[in-house]
């Protein structure tokens, strides 16, 4: 199973700012997901980001705000931009491959925005 | 329609007793797994268990196991010996992997409280 390392865990920032948070993981993978936790809610993927190509976002949200970059097979980063107060969520990466070797993530990005 | 539903928003359970989260899926791909996620308040998502859709065995890890019944559309995880440590959300998810998007689809959690 792959073992991925997001940082940073956790990030108080200003509204109007952004953050990028990385995401690498100790083998090559085809395919990286980003998913975004509101409070109290459950998980919803952001996008799908694969090497060599553009990310693919899932309806509501769009590359302006969440650009992803995915430079190698082994890492990915996703920028949230201009952030507001409702941008204020955990934000989760993970890869893509069959079945029980895909099932782990990254610590997570508790992001608060003031 | 949602794909994972999981009908019991909070779960009461007493300590050393065993504990049946219940989760009900819906897809009409044949190849799919099915995952149970452990979330306690630092936010990470902590593995629990994977059932594939051909796997003839439910399965189990450690005090785990899925109650795997396919004909019900139905992956309820048990969870043996309840610890005070085993109060957290808990999520069933799955992917379909015929599509080969190997994206997972979450359900709404279910908040488990076990009592000392």
């Known amino acids: 199973s792959a073992v991925i390392s997001q940082k940073p865990s956790r990030d108080i920032c200003q509204r109007g700012t952004s953050l990028t948070i990385q995401c690498q993981v100790d083998?090559?993978?085809?395919?990286m997901f980003w998913y975004r936790q509101q409070p109290g809610q459950s998980l919803t993927l952001i996008a799908t980001?694969?090497?060599?190509?553009?990310?693919?976002?899932e309806s509501g949200f769009v590359i302006d705000k969440f650009p992803i970059s995915r430079p190698n097979l082994t890492f990915s980063t996703l920028t949230v931009s201009n952030m507001s107060p409702e941008d204020s969520s955990i934000y989760l990466c993970?890869?893509?491959?069959?079945?029980?070797?895909?099932?782990?993530f990254g610590q997570g990005t508790r992001l608060t925005v003031v | 329609a949602q794909k994972i539903t999981q009908t019991q928003p909070g779960m009461f359970v007493q300590e050393k007793e065993a504990v049946t989260l219940d989760c009900t899926y819906d897809?009409?791909?044949?190849?799919?797994?099915l995952f149970w996620y452990k979330q306690p308040s630092s936010g990470e998502m902590i593995f629990l268990i994977y059932?594939?859709?051909?796997?003839?065995q439910n399965a189990t890890e450690g005090r785990y196991s899925l109650n795997f019944q396919k004909a019900r559309k139905s992956a309820n995880l048990v969870i043996s010996a309840s610890q005070l440590g085993d109060s957290a959300m808990y999520f069933c998810?799955?992917?379909?992997?015929?599509?080969?998007?190997?994206?997972?689809?979450f359900g709404k959690g279910t908040k488990l409280s076990v009592i000392p």
């Open positions: 998810a799955m992917r379909e992997e015929g599509a080969g998007s190997y994206q997972l689809t």
């Open positions: 980001a694969n090497q060599g190509s553009e990310a693919t976002y």
């Open positions: 897809t009409s791909d044949p190849s799919y797994g």
């Open positions: 083998s090559q993978v085809t395919m």
């Open positions: 059932q594939g859709s051909y796997d003839q």
């Open positions: 993970s890869v893509g491959t069959w079945g029980r070797a895909s099932a782990f």
